[in-house]
């Protein structure tokens, strides 16, 4: 087969990652946050988020120079690593994560929608579900004509969406008042310090989610033209992502008082804004939800199907998806994901917090990557094949990887009982593509210790579906 073309230069690879990160998140940050702690908790936060998505961002950066046979990113470094079992639990993760956040895009967007059309509620309607199965389809059928057009495509509408944000954040700096800010900073009320701890625990998952999509350009390093703008097209697109995730959410606690944040409905930096400067400021969020939502989508839908076609093409996933379109395009993947995505809008019905739960529920889901790829990292640095030219660099990089991993065991961890009886759920049953793969290639489906991991997976499966259907835990 004919080596693929490379189309992403150092532009497009950067839109890619603002793209995929600079989505709904922004536009429901400011309630999201008010309903786990005030300024202080969120300064901590942010700082642990920041340090944390940083060594993350140096790793992918580092592991694109010293492993450019692996250019799959997310599930070739976890398999390189770990195993093939542990490989295929990254990709199947990333991927299922991929799909429940692309869901919480036609949520948020019906959501908004649904303050002009009532029919469209909270975006879980079957009103809402019709029209957000329709975009789904027709995003399909644009990816369908080629990556590079999509790619392109997406470029521009990451611009456009930049937009309406940064005058967003003007608004909010013009509406900012001290003392209101001052009132929130403890978290209101009578919260004092001695509750930080468990705010910032609380506002963990909330920062993982506004920073998915950092692994934008290592995800699509076979079609870069230069293997050295995956890592600063990651490091690029962090650094401009996070200060506008910063300024906003920091802002809002100077234009209304927590509880008041909290209460809003998402969108909630519609209802941020309209208390600064009208019904207008609402409007403007309304348009940046749909041009943002839209750029995301596209942005994501490329990630999904491309991380499936990888793991087929490494033999970790069925063959089937390792099929490719006469344009080169995953065919097959997208497929599977753009059904996947309208699976779960349709299980959306059934859900009274649709929003919140999928994107919680994403969070988990590709943390279990992020700790695989930050555990490689940290391997090949412990035993000295992480590249590093000098003593210090060796040492430098075993920094950023340990980091890097102790911060996504931590999120793990901050991320609740909950959600990761949720995840393990999908995860065990979605194991079933990884035994067809392996009977595919007339191997054992899994090592000793895979299946000690496969069984534990099972256990914590078996628990979240008794805890589910018994009440004891509800998603």
């Known amino acids: 087969m004919p080596e693929p073309k490379k189309p992403l230069s150092l532009p497009l690879l950067t839109a890619v990652v603002v793209g ?7 536009f429901t940050l400011p309630a999201s946050f008010a309903n786990a702690t005030g300024p202080l908790g969120l300064l901590i936060a942010w700082s642990i988020a920041a340090v944390g998505m940083l060594a993350l961002a140096l790793v992918f950066q ?5 492993r450019p046979d692996l250019n799959a990113g997310v599930f070739a470094y976890a398999k390189a690593g770990f195993g093939p079992y542990p490989g295929f639990l990254s990709a199947l993760g990333y991927w299922a994560g991929i799909c ?35 975009l789904l389809w027709g995003v399909h059928a644009v990816i369908l004509r080629g990556v590079k057009e999509a790619a392109m495509i997406n470029a521009v509408v990451t611009m456009a969406k930049v937009i309406p944000i940064m005058l967003a954040v003007i608004i909010l700096a013009l509406g900012f008042q001290r003392q209101v800010f001052v009132g929130n900073f403890w978290g209101g009320g009578l919260y004092h310090w001695v509750d930080i701890p468990a705010q910032v625990r609380g506002a963990m998952l909330i920062t993982v989610y506004a920073f998915i999509g950092i692994e934008g350009a290592s995800v699509f390093s076979r079609y870069a033209k230069r293997r050295k703008d995956v890592g600063l097209a990651t490091l690029l697109g962090l650094a401009g992502v996070a200060s506008l995730f910063f300024l906003v959410t920091l802002l809002s606690y100077g234009v209304m008082l927590r509880p008041d944040l909290a ?34 989508f596209l942005a994501r839908s490329l990630l999904a199907a491309e991380v499936l076609w990888s793991a087929a093409r490494a033999d970790t996933m069925p063959a089937c998806f390792a099929r490719e379109s006469p344009r080169r395009v995953p065919a ?24 919140t739960v999928a994107f919680k529920l994403t969070s988990a889901m590709l943390l279990v990557p992020y700790l695989l790829v930050a555990g490689f990292a940290l391997k090949l640095a412990w035993q000295g094949g992480g590249g590093g030219e000098t003593a210090a660099a060796r040492r430098r990089e075993l920094v950023q990887a340990a980091v890097a991993t102790v911060f996504a065991a931590f999120l793990i961890w901050a991320a609740g009982l909950n959600y990761l009886l ?30 000690a991991l496969f069984g534990v997976l099972l256990m914590l499966a078996a628990a979240a579906v008794y805890a589910l259907s018994t009440g004891v835990i509800g998603l």
């Open 62 to 66: 580092h592991l694109a120079q010293r």
């Open 20 to 26: 995929s990160m600079l989505a709904s998140g922004m």
């Open 263 to 296: 209460a809003l409905r998402q969108p909630s930096l519609a209802g941020v804004l309209e208390a600064v400067v009208g019904r207008w400021g609402a409007w403007l969020v309304g348009l940046g939800i749909v041009v943002s939502v839209t750029g995301a």
């Open 332 to 355: 097959a993947a997208l497929w599977l994901s753009s059904a996947s995505v309208q699976g779960f809008l349709i299980l959306t019905l059934f859900a009274e917090e649709a929003y």
């Open 100 to 134: 429940l956040l692309n869901v919480t895009y036609f949520v948020l967007v019906k959501a908004t929608l649904g303050g002009i059309v009532p029919g469209f509620g909270d975006g879980n309607t079957v009103q809402a579900v019709a029209v957000s199965s329709v």
């Open 422 to 451: 949720g995840a393990a759920l999908i995860y065990a049953a979605g194991t079933v593509l990884f035994v067809v793969a392996r009977r595919e290639q007339r191997r054992p489906p899994f090592a000793k210790h895979e299946a």
